[in-house]
């Protein structure tokens, strides 16, 4: 058979059901391949970084999974560099396969001819041209091999059209995927760890994205259910445990935290920390983060350990494979006694809880952006994945919004990417397909791939899209306090075409139904819920992305500390009465 179609039975031998791409000249061999097959759906995206992202999306729903994107040579292969920086960032496996020019032209810039390997390999675990067709299958099966050994991460296959037309021999019944290989923590070391967790008075988790990339989140609440630490999730761990558990002490952070969460912290003389990187949005100055306390850090990849910091402890362990030991000692020690009572610990941490919220019941017009994320809570179930990248959207929604299961807050943490939130969400929701999907974007993050919902329309790939619209670059408009200007930052217009938007510039609307999808625009903060329950109805019926659009007033600044977690600045009133905040999880008590 072609190397190419070697390639695409290696896939679906790897658990490979779907792919995203953007088929050319020089990748036709390997579609080719694709169709002739069969077994791999194939999505057509709009827009070469898109179906980097749908794969990204794919690959963060689903335990398993490995999104796949494809695109010819050149500018195909440059235009996914945003994905595998983003999915690089966050340890998240997928397959970037790229076209290339002749091997006997590469040297002599030919159409499209780039070293997209060498372009790549920053960003990627391996990224590789393959000369030799013979190759192919080992390469392969190497890729593999590689994304899910040690920290998870990308890959990139660049193969010329040559390659993948030349025929070599290849008995896909023999073939097997390597062994994966992680590291795991020692019983002498969870030991250790567990000595300095009970020396401590009081003691936290940092639950991080690892847990959730382990499949470990069950693990991860029935060890701080037998010691009684309450935990942390952090911005990508969020959903290790339910918002509403009686052990979880909220989000710590420069931005994405709660309230509640920062004193929480700043009150703890131990962390624990498992599958985290302690990015510095999360820890903001070091001095205070680390001020008083000792830290255990467990992490897969023995190089984090000591990056940022020195713990006390570091373990090179797979989260699961250190919990799997953890479970079992602390189960151990609780049978003899030995384990110290945190009650009063924990109960704390829920008293800050019931005491430092933040105000969402607003009832302006223009809304205030807060509103919409309490009608989210109301309309959108513990079901909801939500899937978001960056901006004061991303922010405030973190920061209010509740998640009660892993892998269903579906964020571009590191990279942040504008333009990520709409081809994520397609790839989410085709790994999920009957799920409850919902999109939260800023009008600028939702304005840089947003050709990417007519992927949406015609795939029959449905899911809600927040739209939250204040005309302007919110998160930069922000910054730039900082500096005494608003430069470059203000998108409004008066629309020629749309004159009853104001100011208020793009037609969403418009271009949304142009699209093949449908929209809704809300106005007043008492239609948010009527929207999305209308929303979740129109998906269900027609199949296609909806969006709600809901215009803000054009200033918010939203809470954060540009420097440490012990001065955030809140700027908006903050909860004084439970009538102020009427979804939070705990019912506010005036302190």
């Not at 393959?130 to 660049?158: K, N, Y």
């Not at 947003?450 to 809600?464: D, S």
């Amino acid at each position: 058979m072609t190397a190419a179609r070697a390639a695409v039975e290696i896939l679906k031998r790897e658990g490979v059901s779907n792919a995203f791409g953007v088929p050319g000249a020089a990748i036709n061999p390997f579609y080719a391949a694709l169709k002739a097959s069969g077994g791999v759906h194939h999505t057509l995206a709009r827009h070469v970084e898109g179906a980097s992202h749908m794969a990204e999306g794919y690959t963060r729903a689903r335990p398993g999974n490995i999104g796949v994107c494809i695109g010819t040579s050149g500018p195909a292969g440059t235009d996914m560099i945003t994905g595998l920086y983003s999915a690089i960032a966050d340890s998240i496996p997928i397959l970037c396969i790229t076209g290339q020019a002749p091997t006997a032209v590469l040297h002599k810039e030919d159409f499209q001819a780039v070293d997209i390997a060498s372009i790549a390999a920053p960003v990627t675990k391996s990224a590789m041209t393959v000369l030799e067709a013979a190759q192919v299958p080992g390469v392969f099966q190497r890729a593999f091999h590689l994304m899910r050994t040690g920290r998870p991460g990308p890959v990139l296959i660049d193969l010329p059209i040559d390659v993948q037309l030349t025929e070599i021999e290849f008995d896909p019944d023999l073939y097997e995927p390597l062994p994966v290989h992680k590291p795991a923590a020692t019983r002498k070391q969870i030991v250790r760890a567990l000595e300095l967790l009970n020396e401590s008075e009081r003691p936290l988790l940092v639950a991080g994205g690892g847990i959730i990339n382990a499949d470990a989140s069950e693990l991860l609440v029935e060890f701080a259910e037998l010691t009684g630490v309450p935990v942390v999730p952090t911005l990508m761990g969020w959903g290790v445990i339910a918002d509403d558990h009686e052990l979880n002490a909220g989000m710590v952070g420069l931005q994405t935290s709660h309230r509640y969460g920062n004193a929480n912290f700043l009150e703890s003389d131990f962390v624990l920390g498992i599958g985290n990187r302690w990015a510095n949005r999360h820890t903001g100055r070091l001095d205070v983060y680390t001020e008083g306390r000792k830290f255990v850090h467990v992490d897969i990849e023995p190089t984090q350990l000591g990056k940022i910091f020195a713990p006390d402890l570091g373990i090179a362990s797979d989260a699961k494979a250190a919990l799997e030991l953890f479970v079992e000692v602390a189960r151990e020690l609780k049978a003899a006694g030995r384990l110290k009572d945190r009650s009063r610990w924990a109960a704390s941490t829920q008293e800050r809880r019931a005491t430092l919220q933040r105000r969402t019941h607003f009832d302006n017009v223009p809304l205030k952006p807060q509103r919409v994320y309490e009608e989210m809570n109301r309309a959108f179930g513990p079901e909801t994945r939500y899937v978001t990248t960056i901006g004061l959207s991303q922010i405030a929604g973190a920061q209010m919004l509740h998640v009660y299961r892993p892998r269903h807050w579906i964020n571009c943490g590191q990279a942040g990417p504008l333009g990520w939130t709409v081809p994520a969400a397609l790839g989410v929701a085709t790994a999920d397909p009957d799920g409850s999907v919902v999109a939260l974007s800023g009008d600028y993050d939702f304005q840089f791939m947003l050709e990417e919902l007519a992927v949406g329309a015609q795939h029959r790939i449905p899911y809600v899209h927040v739209l939250v619209n204040n005309s302007y670059l919110g998160l930069i408009r922000q910054a730039q306090r900082n500096f005494d200007i608003d430069f470059q930052v203000n998108l409004e217009f008066e629309n020629l075409n749309s004159p009853e938007l104001g100011v208020y510039g793009v037609d969403h609307v418009k271009v949304v139904e142009g699209l093949g999808c449908k929209a809704i625009r809300v106005t007043e903060p008492d239609r948010l819920l009527p929207a999305f329950e209308e929303a979740k109805k129109l998906a269900a019926e027609f199949r296609v992305p909806v969006v709600v659009e809901a215009i803000l007033e054009r200033v918010t600044n939203i809470a954060m500390s540009g420097t440490d977690i012990a001065s955030v600045n809140e700027f908006e009133d903050i909860a004084t009465d439970p009538s102020h905040a009427p979804t939070a999880i705990r019912p506010l008590v005036a302190s």
